[in-house]
């Protein structure tokens, strides 16, 4: 008997195998559990060697990471099992227009080592929103800002991610999605609750090396399956499915356009225009101004090993289309009747979600192409996208909500009650992205990746656009940023409401959403957001107070080099003060009981007596801490691979253009 839970089975009713479980047999069970150990391995491996008692050992792992694990971790941390399920399923659907959203990463990466990380490591900062108290003043912004991450985190991030890849073990496993969601969240969450930054991306690493081997063999699997690339070519424009009743042909017909990423401005379900500008904003969002992966950056210990593991997760991001989308695009050649239905019933049998399922390409290929042990590796690979991503997530998250809203209600909190704070609100986060995961499923006619970069075009551009100005022109003002937030979010906001209230519809029953609201390509309403809220923050600014340059060293680009003292416009909500609590806080040894100083320990809460700093010293710490200053050679080095970079990013994007 099948029960439903909010659209998810308990088990498959796609036919006479709905009681086989793919993955019971020993050789897989072993290398599931072998992944298992070896990264938990690593996680503890990290959490002991790294200083996890401080706000700077927890959040920026001490500045003291260098660039291949930065890069392995910028990619993983972007590679979720969204890009799995949601990258393979929408290629599936509509072709190889959705890998330009992976390669114009490219570009932009290189965007985000050489213009924004700059700026960011000169201001001495941790999270994004204290830039913009740096850069404004006030506290408004910061809140908005830190309260619009955290729910992008939800709607976007962490309920996509946990949705693909419960998607995965339903296939696999036949489990109750939501069982199998709080198993995976478990885990994920111990390591990063207890280990900090340096615990995850020394993980993020080991998920890369995972990924991306797993990934390389279900692509030789799938490519030798259809016969190579040319047949492949071939056979996916002639993928349809069977039961099709009186539906109109272009709805399972796949689309001329196939094989194209650059399409039509007009009638392109992805248009050019749309795809070089609209997505670049989203990705200068995304790239340059998200706590998750400006974090890492700031972890590194120089500028060199910044810019160097920018251009490493350049390189990684080549990949997915490779990796994902011809794999997707295969399965729908192979399970047509599956992976393309159009029949509302039809796509229920097989999926449990009447809309498509094209999200199952991915996990179909594993289950049913990999043999025995390698099937096990790419759950492993699933599971390593989904834990690697959630990490990532969880970590800055709780930087978020701990740096800039929680020190604004306890400014006189010690670095102890902080990392407890920062470490129980993931809980917290973790519950609500459980709760959105039933909108996930049904949004925009169940393509997930059209699902996460719609939201991202009606909540993002307003950010991007503040981040920009904030940097290059030094004549924006707190008033016109803060306006030019609010009036983007509202418009965003409304967009995002209607679309939702009226459904997206499908081909085959299409949305009542009025043309005016939905007839906008969501990457277009992008661009016109990002103009309207660019004017807004500009001209308001103009018609207000400047702010004064001694207020803005090296905090926007014309400034970004002046040696003169920076006065802020507000003093930090908290700084670090041991020289009171040291000793008021610390308990004494014959106090603690053995169990509570191993789960102090285990959780890097113990206490500990850190040398008092002089003000020259405390001087000079922060000196190296925001020193941008690089090796010739190596800056020389990582500027040419830089070019490099750029010239094979124009090359694939001409090439498949």
């Given at each position: 008997?099948?029960?439903?839970?909010?659209?998810?089975?308990?088990?498959?009713?796609?036919?006479?195998?709905?009681?086989?479980?793919?993955?019971?047999?020993?050789?897989?069970?072993?290398?599931?559990?072998?992944?298992?150990?070896?990264?938990?391995?690593?996680?503890?491996?990290?959490?002991?060697?790294?200083?996890?008692?401080?706000?700077?050992?927890?959040?920026?792992?001490g500045?003291?990471?260098?660039?291949?694990?930065?890069?392995a971790?910028?990619?993983?941390?972007?590679?979720?099992?969204?890009?799995?399920?949601g990258?393979?399923?929408?290629?599936?659907?509509?072709?190889?227009?959705?890998?330009?959203?992976?390669?114009?990463?490219?570009?932009?990466?290189?965007?985000?080592?050489?213009?924004?990380?700059?700026?960011?490591?000169?201001?001495?900062?941790?999270?994004?929103?204290?830039?913009?108290?740096?850069?404004?003043?006030?506290?408004?912004?910061?809140?908005?800002?830190?309260?619009?991450?955290?729910?992008?985190?939800?709607?976007?991030?962490?309920?996509?991610?946990?949705?693909?890849?419960?998607?995965?073990?339903?296939?696999?496993?036949k489990?109750?999605?939501?069982?199998?969601?709080?198993?995976?969240?478990?885990?994920?969450a111990?390591?990063?609750?207890?280990?900090g930054?340096?615990?995850?991306?020394?993980?993020?690493?080991?998920?890369?090396?995972?990924?991306?081997?797993?990934?390389?063999?279900?692509?030789?699997?799938?490519?030798?399956?259809?016969?190579?690339?040319?047949?492949?070519?071939?056979?996916?424009?002639?993928?349809?499915?069977?039961?099709?009743?009186?539906?109109?042909?272009?709805?399972?017909?796949?689309?001329?356009?196939?094989?194209?990423?650059?399409?039509?401005a007009?009638?392109?379900?992805?248009?050019?225009?749309?795809?070089?500008?609209?997505?670049?904003?989203?990705?200068?969002?995304?790239?340059?101004?998200?706590?998750?992966?400006?974090?890492?950056?700031?972890?590194?210990k120089?500028?060199?090993?910044?810019k160097?593991?920018?251009?490493?997760?350049?390189?990684?991001?080549?990949?997915p289309?490779?990796?994902?989308?011809?794999?997707?695009?295969?399965?729908?050649?192979?399970?047509?009747?599956?992976?393309?239905?159009?029949?509302?019933?039809?796509?229920?049998?097989?999926?449990?979600?009447?809309?498509?399922?094209?999200?199952?390409?991915?996990?179909?290929?594993?289950?049913?192409?990999?043999?025995?042990?390698?099937?096990?590796?790419m759950?492993?690979?699933?599971?390593?996208?989904?834990?690697?991503?959630?990490?990532?997530?969880?970590?800055?998250a709780s930087?978020?909500?701990?740096?800039?809203?929680?020190?604004?209600f306890?400014?006189?909190?010690?670095?102890?009650?902080l990392?407890?704070?920062?470490?129980?609100?993931?809980?917290?986060?973790?519950?609500?992205?459980?709760?959105?995961?039933?909108?996930?499923?049904?949004?925009?006619?169940?393509?997930?990746?059209?699902?996460?970069?719609?939201?991202?075009?009606?909540?993002?551009?307003?950010?991007?656009?503040?981040f920009?100005?904030?940097?290059?022109?030094?004549?924006?003002?707190?008033?016109?940023?803060?306006?030019?937030?609010l009036?983007?979010?509202?418009?965003?906001?409304?967009?995002?409401?209607?679309?939702?209230?009226?459904?997206?519809?499908?081909?085959?029953?299409?949305?009542?959403?009025p043309?005016?609201?939905?007839g906008?390509?969501?990457?277009?309403?992008?661009?016109?957001?990002?103009v309207?809220s660019?004017?807004?923050?500009?001209?308001?600014?103009?018609?207000?107070?400047?702010?004064?340059?001694?207020?803005?060293?090296?905090?926007c680009?014309?400034?970004?080099?002046?040696?003169?003292?920076?006065?802020?416009?507000e003093?930090?909500?908290?700084?670090?003060?041991?020289?009171?609590?040291?000793?008021?806080?610390?308990?004494?040894?014959?106090?603690?009981?053995?169990?509570?100083?191993?789960?102090?320990?285990?959780?890097?809460?113990?206490?500990?007596?850190?040398?008092?700093l002089?003000?020259e010293?405390?001087?000079?710490?922060?000196?190296?801490?925001?020193?941008?200053?690089?090796?010739?050679?190596?800056?020389?080095?990582?500027?040419?691979?830089?070019?490099?970079?750029?010239?094979?990013?124009v090359?694939f994007?001409?090439?498949?253009?």
């Open positions: 008997m099948m029960r439903n839970y909010f659209g998810f089975s308990l088990t498959r009713s796609n036919g006479s195998d709905a009681d086989t479980v793919p993955l019971n047999n020993p050789a897989d069970i072993s290398v599931i559990v072998i992944y298992f150990l070896v990264v938990l391995g690593v996680g503890v491996w990290a959490m002991v060697r790294s200083n996890r008692s401080t706000v700077g050992g927890f959040f920026l792992a500045r003291s990471m260098v660039w291949w694990p930065i890069g971790s910028l990619f993983a941390s972007n590679i979720g099992s969204g890009h799995f399920v990258l393979a399923g929408t290629a599936a659907a509509t072709g190889i227009a959705i890998g330009g959203f992976e390669w114009n990463a490219l570009i932009v990466v290189v965007i985000l080592g050489w213009v924004f990380v700059p700026i960011y490591i000169k201001a001495g900062i941790v999270t994004m929103p204290e830039y913009l108290k740096k850069r404004f003043g006030g506290q408004r912004i910061r809140i908005y800002l830190s309260v619009l991450s955290l729910f992008l985190y939800v709607f976007t991030k962490i309920s996509a991610d946990m949705f693909s890849g419960a998607i995965f073990i339903n296939q696999a496993l489990l109750n999605i939501y069982v199998a969601v709080i198993a995976l969240l478990l885990i994920t111990l390591y990063t609750v207890t280990g930054l340096a615990a995850v991306i020394y993980t993020d690493t080991l998920q890369t090396i995972i990924m991306i081997v797993g990934s390389f063999i279900l692509m030789g699997f799938a490519f030798h399956e259809v016969g190579g690339y040319e047949n492949f070519q071939t056979s996916y424009m002639a993928a349809v499915p069977s039961v099709t009743t009186n539906i109109s042909e272009t709805c399972f017909t796949p689309r001329a356009d196939s094989f194209h990423i650059f399409r039509n007009v009638t392109g379900d992805l248009p050019w225009p749309g795809l070089v500008f609209g997505l670049t904003i989203q990705a200068t969002w995304y790239w340059c101004t998200d706590q998750v992966i400006v974090q890492r950056c700031l972890s590194a120089n500028m060199s090993h910044v160097a593991g920018c251009i490493l997760c350049g390189y990684l991001k080549l990949l289309m490779f990796l994902m989308v011809f794999p997707g695009m295969i399965s729908r050649i192979l399970y047509p009747d599956e992976v393309a239905c159009v029949e509302p019933s039809e796509c229920n049998k097989y999926c449990g979600a009447s809309v498509g399922c094209s999200n199952i390409a991915y996990p179909k290929l594993v289950v049913d192409l990999m043999p025995d042990g390698l099937r096990g590796l759950l492993s690979v699933m599971l390593a996208s989904l834990m690697s991503s959630l990490t990532s997530i969880f970590n800055s930087t978020l909500f701990t740096m800039d809203i929680y020190t604004k306890r400014r006189s909190a010690t670095e102890k009650e990392m407890i704070a920062g470490r129980v609100f993931i809980l917290v986060l973790i519950g609500l992205s459980i709760a959105w995961i039933p909108v996930v499923q049904s949004a925009q006619s169940g393509q997930l990746f059209d699902y996460i970069q719609s939201i991202t075009s009606y909540l993002t551009p307003p950010i991007a656009a503040l920009m100005l904030a940097i290059f022109c030094k004549r924006v003002n707190e008033t016109g940023a803060f306006y030019g937030l009036i983007g979010l509202f418009i965003g906001l409304s967009r995002m409401i209607a679309e939702f209230a009226y459904g997206t519809g499908t081909c085959v029953d299409p949305g009542n959403c043309t005016i609201i939905c906008v390509h969501y990457l277009y309403f992008s661009i016109i957001l990002f309207i660019c004017i807004i923050i500009l001209s308001v600014s103009l018609m207000t107070k400047p702010i004064e340059d001694k207020h803005l060293y090296r905090l680009w014309t400034l970004r080099n002046s040696k003169e003292e920076r006065v802020d416009l003093e930090d909500d908290w700084v670090e003060n041991q020289d009171v609590h040291s000793m008021t806080e610390e308990e004494p040894a014959q106090k603690q009981n053995l169990c509570k100083k191993a789960v102090m320990c285990f959780c890097g809460l113990e206490q500990k007596k850190a040398p008092k002089s003000p010293e405390q001087a000079e710490l922060q000196k190296k801490l925001t020193d941008t200053t690089e090796t010739p050679i190596w800056r020389n080095i990582v500027n040419a691979n830089a070019l490099i970079l750029l010239c094979v990013a090359f994007h001409g090439f498949y253009g």
